[in-house]
């Protein structure tokens, strides 16, 4: 399954790259939180949707962009969580941070995930406790968080509505840091191979923007838990679909 997975979020991936390189014309909208979509969105949202409906039929969808089945995704006990685009404002600046998620949940855990960064063909996976990355030589690689006296702190670039004494407060138990900012879920994937070591967030997120980069660093072993310390997971889905503030840390 991990397989044909990684097949359908690379497909999507090649689909965006069409856009985003110009072979296909770029199309954006705002939606109606005043977030952006483009084309680009919601073509890799039909291949996927299109994907798992005839592999998965009987399982339950919820994307970013199709919504209409959450109340069977919250009431059973599996469903698939995908963000087809996530960082389209990565995508619009051109900078490359940019992913596709795909997640299969089961009882509120993600327990399988995909992330692909299209751009850099790069992508990570995790299944059965184990997380990996495929190089853009197409090398599999097993991944594992690292610890340093001298942390990297990621964060997103577009976190900019969190209060400010948090962060400070935040920064206190470091020495020696260095902050970096980058999009989507691919700050999930830097601390699960060890590239960084600490994601806190203090403003809102999707669960579609977590769920996939969850798994993969769960299973490289970093912790993903709320500021009261307890684990995130997407049981009990509420409409507004939104994650409370978290820290993913490598140790």
Partial sequence: MIEKISYIARVAGTEIMRIYNGSLKLGS????????????????????????RNLTPDVPVLS????????????????????PLDGTKEFLLRNGAFTVNIAFIEYGQPIMGVVYVP?????????????????????????????????????????????????????????????????????????????????PRFSSTKIWDTAAGHVIARAAGAMINDWDGNSLHYRNIKRSFLNPGFQVSSY
């Fill in 29 to 52: 909208y705002q939606k109606l939180d005043q977030s952006p979509v483009t084309n680009a969105d919601l073509l890799s949202h039909k291949i996927i949707m299109y994907s798992l």
């Fill in 119 to 199: 751009a850099y063909n790069i992508l990570y996976a995790a299944d059965n406790g184990q997380a990996w990355k495929i190089n853009y030589k197409g090398e599999r690689i097993n991944i594992a968080v690292r610890a340093s006296c001298y942390p990297m702190i990621v964060m997103s670039r577009n976190d900019v509505d969190y209060d400010q004494h948090h962060l400070y407060s935040y920064l206190k138990r470091f020495k020696n840091y260095k902050i970096i900012n980058i999009g989507s879920s691919f700050k999930f994937c830097l601390i699960a191979e060890g590239s960084v070591h600490f994601y």
């Fill in 64 to 83: 970013e962009e199709d919504i209409t089945e959450w109340q069977e995704c919250r009431d059973g006990s599996c469903f698939w969580l995908i963000d």
